[in-house]
Every structure is written in structure tokens, then in C-alpha cells.
């Protein structure tokens, strides 16, 4: 789970319990609804928008770029690219890209390798036993798998995840290993009591968002053992819970979503 608290956000992890299971494609969006009715469930990784304010692949891998410059003329210069798929030639499936210059030399170098920090990345701290599992994904080559007994990610504090009385929606996709085994936190940004929001799965595998007193939950529950797209999205005063596109519950608050540190 994501946490926000004093110390940033946020995930898989509350008060009480995280995840226990997987979370890939984690994102927070501010200033907008990115749904008002039911809608197709993603069917690829997401992209990076002016609205996104955390996005998480949780793929374990990065895109390493250098660049040489030479006094002499680089005319006539080529670029070999290694894929590693025949059919997407997207810049997410680039293995490899080198650019030679006349003289043969390298004057560009762009290669995947592996994420630092645990395959998270350095902005991400990194609690228990939280990793990339090569062998759970939605999209992509990996997810975070968590066990629910201390393990989070957090990340570093910013008015970002201060949601306000604004448009906002959190989502991902989620793969609870168990459930009867008490709350299991997707993402939070809390302190004490009564300050902050959390977006969790409840003992029964109902999704339930929580801020600052009125809280609201779905009737569909969710099963151990499948992947589903989650996400609570608010526009205007209305505040929805969507499963794999479908509103499954709604409320209706002018409040803010506060946050007091």
C-alpha cells in the first residue's frame, strides 16, 4: 500500500494492516475525474499527464540515457534500436538504442536496466519485505507484492496528495492474496484520528474510502485470487468507487478532503 502521511503518502499499508497481495499500475490524479460513468478497464500501462501526481509501474526497471558530444562533424549518423517486441515499436519496449556518429563513434546511449532501491526507485522508501514480483503483473514485466505484516511503500511529503475540495482519482490495479484477515490498506494519507483519507478493502473484500469522519463502501466484494481495477474518483461533490469500470457506490459531500499534519 501507498501511505501520505506526516512523511508523504502512502501504499499498502494503514494504521492497522496492508496488502496482502499485489498492486501494479498505482497513480494519483489531481484537478480531474478521469471517470463520471461506467467505463472499459484499462488495457495498457498508463502514461504521464499534466493531472498525474504519482504513477507507479512497479516494473522493477528503468531507461538509462547518456549522451557524447565530439568537436568533429556528426553527420550522417545511425541509430540501431533492440525491441523487445516485434509488433509495439513504443518507446516503453526499447531494450537498447546507440547512435554512432561518421566515425563510428558512440554519441548516444539509451539501454533499460534494473531499478535501484529494491526495483522501486529512489523516491520510494521501501518498508518490510515489500519487492517487485517478476512473476505477478498486469501490465509490464512486475508488480509490488506485499504480505500485509509491515510491508509499504511511502513516499516524500508534497501538497500533491493534499486533495482538497477539488476533482482527484486514485486507481490501480489490486490482487489480494487472502481476505478475512482484517483491513487491507490500498493508500492513505493520514494523522491521529480524524485528519486525512485512506482507500481500503475491508474484512469482507469490500472497497471503502474513509476522510476526515464520512466514509462510504461498496456492496460488490472482491475475491482473493483475481486482478481488478480499482478506483475512487470524486467530481464536484460526488464521490464514486469504481470495480473494473462499474460504479459500485457512491456519496455525495461539499466537504474538502483535509489534511492536517
Given amino acids: 500500500n501507498i501511505d501520505a502521511g506526516t512523511f508523504g503518502a502512502k ?5 492497522s494492516r496492508g496488502v496482502n497481495g499485489w498492486l501494479d499500475e498505482f497513480r494519483v490524479s489531481k484537478g480531474i475525474a478521469r471517470w463520471t460513468n461506467n467505463f472499459t478497464p484499462p488495457t495498457d500501462e498508463y502514461a504521464l499527464d499534466a493531472n498525474t501526481k504519482l504513477l507507479l509501474h512497479f516494473n522493477g526497471l528503468r531507461f538509462n540515457e547518456e549522451w557524447t558530444t565530439y568537436v568533429t562533424d556528426a553527420q550522417r549518423s545511425v ?3 533492440v525491441w523487445d517486441s516485434a509488433a509495439a515499436r513504443e518507446t516503453r519496449n526499447i ?8 566515425q563510428g563513434r ?3 546511449l539509451g539501454e533499460r536496466k534494473p531499478e ?10 521501501v518498508q518490510g519485505d515489500s519487492k517487485i514480483d517478476k512473476a505477478q503483473s498486469k501490465f509490464g514485466t ?11 511503500l511511502s513516499v516524500p511529503n508534497s501538497p500533491d496528495f493534499d486533495l482538497g475540495a477539488g476533482d482527484f482519482t486514485i486507481d490501480t490495479w489490486l490482487n489480494v492474496n487472502a481476505l478475512g484477515i482484517g483491513t487491507q490498506i490500498i493508500a492513505e494519507k493520514f494523522t ?8 481500503y478493502v475491508n474484512n469482507l473484500g469490500e472497497l471503502t474510502f474513509f476522510f476526515d469522519g464520512p466514509n462510504f463502501m461498496t456492496t460488490t466484494r472482491l475475491t482473493a485470487g483475481a486482478w481488478y481495477h480499482v478506483a475512487v474518483v470524486r467530481q464536484g461533490t460526488t464521490f ?8 459500485e457506490a457512491a456519496m455525495s459531500s461539499g466537504a474538502a478532503v483535509s489534511y492536517q499534519p
Fill in 192 to 199: 491521529g484520528t480524524t485528519s486525512g483519507y485512506t482507500f
Fill in 106 to 108: 558512440v554519441t548516444y
Fill in 79 to 81: 541509430t540501431t534500436t
Fill in 95 to 102: 531494450i537498447r538504442r546507440e547512435t554512432k556518429d561518421n
Fill in 116 to 125: 535501484e532501491n529494491k526495483g522501486f526507485g529512489p523516491e520510494i522508501t
Fill in 142 to 152: 512486475g508488480s509490488a507484492s506485499f504480505d500485509g505484516q509491515g510491508d509499504y
Fill in 11 to 15: 501504499i499498502a499499508k494503514m494504521t
Fill in 240 to 247: 464514486r468507487i469504481y470495480i473494473n469500470g462499474r460504479e
